[in-house]
């Protein structure tokens, strides 16, 4: 069973796989100032976007702590996992998207370093991981384990394809291969498009993140689905991104009016498209935005395009790229603390489902209030008046 697949840069057929095997090998904790060095170390392997610091530190916002593991010695890893966290000890939850990972090509992570993994979380007072994944080889090897239990235990936070499979473009060196994988619909859109005389940009930039926000909402509004995180996640998530080459807004403008943009991270293999929207009289400039965006971040290195899952309407417009990718495993929940998570399943679960659709309902209103206008216009305002006063308390 292997945990990750071979770094791209190495062919997989020409390697036979071979188990990991170090004296004294352990997990130890990452420390925070050196994360953009891993997250680098990251861009070399097949690691997935949430399991690099770039995407996981926004998260302290919403109440999950990352704690950032590697196994083998520090001079010479051989493994990674990023464990989001939330609780208190000894009642503390893990959640693995996509891990862990391999840091070596050719090589399996050694059942005694998943043992490892499960003693160090069971000495740190965690209840239960959650682990997901989108191999069934990776997630099947993790449910063979006698504390493993192939339910959901925590499924409040699913930032994942559980349900809705993600449509995944898998481009060509050429763009006439790239394009004949797509729909007739989308190449006679493309040609129109360009008959329009729509002007493409790309850039890194906070701000203008900030001004598209706007068409964003409007966009989630008519299509009628909800923003999940706000503003200020993604603005977090570009910030910490950027530096490594990850991360780009892209949009396309009509006589100087932007009419689409896309937020678009990328890790190794894969360019994610975290956001996207279009003005509704510019549905060409749709197709336009994303094919534009694609080959750009195809000449950085990912070869796929993930437009990302396709719930109810956003289907029909991704289909024109891409098939319906497979349906993703279960998720696997492997039990830590055997009597406390008896409780939390028999009664304290139960209720937390109960009280779920309020909690999620209550987040993305605040969501929606912390990423007004207004709401901000009155931050800076009362900061001002803040500051004023300190200062004339300063002179008096």
């Not at 464990?83 to 208190?88: D, Q």
């Not at 830590?336 to 659709?357: G, I, S």
């Not at 999620?360 to 216009?377: E, I, N, P, Q």
Request: glycine share 6%.
């Amino acid at each position: 069973m292997t945990i990750a697949a071979p770094i791209p840069k190495i062919e997989p057929d020409s390697l036979s796989l071979t188990i990991v095997s170090l004296t004294g090998a352990s997990w130890f904790d990452i420390r925070q100032e050196d994360l953009p060095h891993w997250d680098n170390y990251l861009l070399e392997s097949d690691a997935w976007l949430h399991q690099y610091s770039f995407w996981n530190e926004p998260l302290r916002a919403l109440g999950l702590e990352p704690r950032y593991l590697a196994w083998g010695s520090p001079s010479d890893p051989r493994a990674y996992v990023c464990i989001l966290t939330t609780g208190f000890r000894p009642v503390k939850i893990g959640l693995v998207f996509r891990g862990p990972i391999c840091l070596q090509a050719g090589f399996e992570i050694p059942e005694t370093a998943l043992a490892q993994l499960m003693d160090w979380a069971r000495a740190d007072g965690y209840m239960f991981i959650r682990f997901t994944h989108s191999d069934p080889e990776i997630i099947g090897g993790i449910a063979s384990r006698d504390s493993a239990r192939e339910i959901d235990a925590f499924p409040y936070f699913q930032d994942f394809p559980m349900q809705s499979p993600d449509f995944v473009v898998a481009q060509s060196e050429s763009e006439e291969e790239t394009l004949a994988g797509f729909d007739r619909e989308v190449r006679r859109k493309l040609k129109r498009a360009v008959e329009l005389g729509y002007e493409f940009r790309s850039c890194d930039s906070v701000d203008v993140l900030s001004e598209h926000w706007p068409l964003y909402q409007d966009c989630a509004r008519r299509k009628g689905f909800r923003l999940e995180r706000p503003l200020s996640f993604y603005a977090q998530i570009l910030r910490r991104a950027r530096r490594h080459n990850c991360a780009r807004v892209y949009s396309v403008h009509s006589d100087g009016e932007v009419v689409g943009s896309a937020f678009v991270v990328r890790d190794s293999g894969s360019a994610h498209c975290l956001l996207a929207a279009f003005a509704p009289e510019h549905r060409h400039a749709a197709v336009f935005l994303h094919w534009k965006a694609m080959r750009d971040m195809f000449r950085l290195g990912p070869r796929n395009y993930n437009f990302g899952p396709g719930p109810g309407s956003l289907a029909r417009f991704k289909q024109q790229f891409a098939k319906r990718g497979a349906a993703c495993p279960g998720p696997v929940t492997i039990v830590l603390n055997d009597p406390l998570f008896r409780l939390w399943w028999k009664v304290l679960f139960p209720l937390a489902m109960l009280v779920k659709p309020v909690v999620v309902g209550t987040f993305r209103s605040l969501c929606v209030f912390y990423d007004s206008r207004k709401f901000r216009a009155h931050s800076r305002g009362f900061a001002r008046n803040l500051q004023e006063r300190f200062i004339r308390w300063t002179e008096a």
